[in-house]
C-alpha cells in the first residue's frame, strides 16, 4: 500500500506562481510513474504532468511553458512549479502513483492521492 500526501496547494493571483509537493510512502515499493491530474467543478479529471522514474516527462497541452514537474526518487517525492497561473488553472490537483512491490514484479497499481486546491483569481 502507498500513501500520496499533496501539499502547497492555496489562492493565488493571475500570473502568479505555486509550488506543489506530493510525498509517497508505505511498505515497500517501486514507482513506475509519479503525476499530477486536476479536476475543476463540473469537469472531468484531467492529465495535468507526469514524470517516469527513468525521468520521462509528459504535460498537458494547456500547460507546456508554464508549469514543470519534477522528482527526487531517493525520496518519492515529485513537485508541480506552476508559474503564469490562470483562473483556467482553478481546480483541485491529485498526486497519482502508479506503483510495484518490486521494479521487477507485477501487477502495477495505482494509488491517488485527497486532492489539493488550487484557486487563481482573476
Known amino acids: 500500500q502507498v500513501q500520496l500526501v499533496e501539499s502547497g496547494g492555496g489562492l493565488v493571483q493571475a500570473g502568479g506562481s505555486l509550488r506543489l509537493s506530493c510525498a509517497a510512502s508505505?511498505?515497500?515499493?517501486?514507482?513506475?510513474?509519479m503525476g499530477w491530474y486536476r479536476q475543476a467543478s463540473g469537469n472531468q479529471r484531467e492529465l495535468v504532468a507526469t514524470?517516469?522514474?527513468?525521468?520521462?516527462?509528459n504535460y498537458a497541452d494547456s500547460v507546456k511553458g508554464r508549469f514543470t514537474i519534477s522528482g527526487d526518487n531517493g525520496k518519492n517525492i515529485v513537485f508541480l512549479q506552476m508559474s503564469s497561473m490562470k483562473p483556467e488553472d482553478t481546480a483541485v490537483y491529485y498526486c497519482?502513483?502508479?506503483?510495484?512491490?518490486?521494479?521487477?514484479?507485477?501487477?502495477?497499481?495505482?494509488?491517488w492521492g485527497q486532492g489539493i486546491q488550487v484557486t487563481v483569481s482573476s
Open positions: 508505505g511498505s515497500t515499493f517501486s514507482i513506475d510513474v
Open positions: 514524470i517516469s522514474s527513468g525521468g520521462a516527462k
Open positions: 497519482k502513483a502508479l506503483a510495484r512491490r518490486s521494479p521487477t514484479s507485477s501487477p502495477v497499481y495505482q494509488y
